[in-house]
């Protein structure tokens, strides 16, 4: 079954620092992997998509890498700001349908 | 441009009733889906379409029904509604279902089943 683990579960961070967050993934054949970010009450909001070929991809203070070797991606938030607070869905697409299999998402509260 | 909306917002139905979860997009996407998302779970494909007149099946598509007369919707029908079917609903839509399409979401319908 194509799984998508995220961690971790939830953190919270101090307004103005950095964090990364953790995504592993057995979902095969690979095909891309994207992260969204969900606001509470909303839906989520596409940040990046990045294919086989791509190991990092930018979206302003937000930016995400992927070792297709090792099934592995992380997202890094810069400097971060109270409007980062949200969950941040890693979603692995799959072969020839693009099947989405969705992670249950990283909870991000920041605080002042 | 209004994205994706959905219709409504929350919504509290009494078990065995029926009801249409509705959702638009004015952006002319062809590929139109929805899923449900429960907490502690990621999101769970229900049924989905590739165009106008073509729907199929999701992950989890039991007690739903979808159809797709136009471009532009795609309702979501609950038969004879159950407590396990109280989630959070999202409708997406995206220009195709192509490897690096974007998913563009609505802000979702709560549904409660008593």
């Known amino acids: 079954k194509n799984q998508v683990e995220q961690s971790p579960q939830s953190l919270i961070i101090l307004e103005g620092k950095n964090c990364t967050l953790q995504c592993n993934y057995t979902v095969s054949p690979f095909s891309n992997l994207r992260w969204y970010k969900q606001d509470t009450g909303r839906g989520p909001v596409s940040l990046t998509i990045m294919t086989f070929s791509e190991n990092t991809k930018s979206n302003g203070r937000y930016t995400a890498t992927l070792d297709a070797d090792t099934k592995q991606s992380s997202l890094h938030i810069t400097a971060s700001q109270l409007s980062d607070s949200a969950s941040y869905i890693c979603?692995?697409?799959?072969?020839?349908?693009?099947?989405?299999?969705f992670g249950k998402g990283n909870q991000v509260v920041v605080i002042p | 441009n209004a994205g994706v909306t959905q219709t409504p917002k929350f919504q509290v139905l009494k078990t065995g009733q029926s009801m249409t979860l509705q959702c638009a997009q004015d952006m002319n996407h062809e590929y139109m889906s929805w899923y449900r998302q429960d907490p502690g779970m990621g999101l769970r494909l229900i049924h989905y379409?590739?165009?106008?007149?073509?729907?199929d099946q999701g992950e989890v598509p039991n007690g739903y029904n979808v159809s797709r007369s136009t471009t532009e919707d795609f309702p979501l029908r609950l038969l004879s509604a159950a407590p396990s079917q109280t989630s959070v609903y999202f409708c997406?839509?995206?220009?195709?279902?192509?490897?690096?399409?974007?998913?563009?979401f609505g802000d979702g319908t709560r549904l409660s089943i008593l």
């Open positions: 979603v692995v697409s799959a072969g020839g349908n693009n099947r989405l299999a």
């Open positions: 997406a839509s995206s220009y195709s279902r192509g490897p690096n399409q974007p998913q563009h």
């Open positions: 379409s590739v165009g106008a007149g073509i729907t």
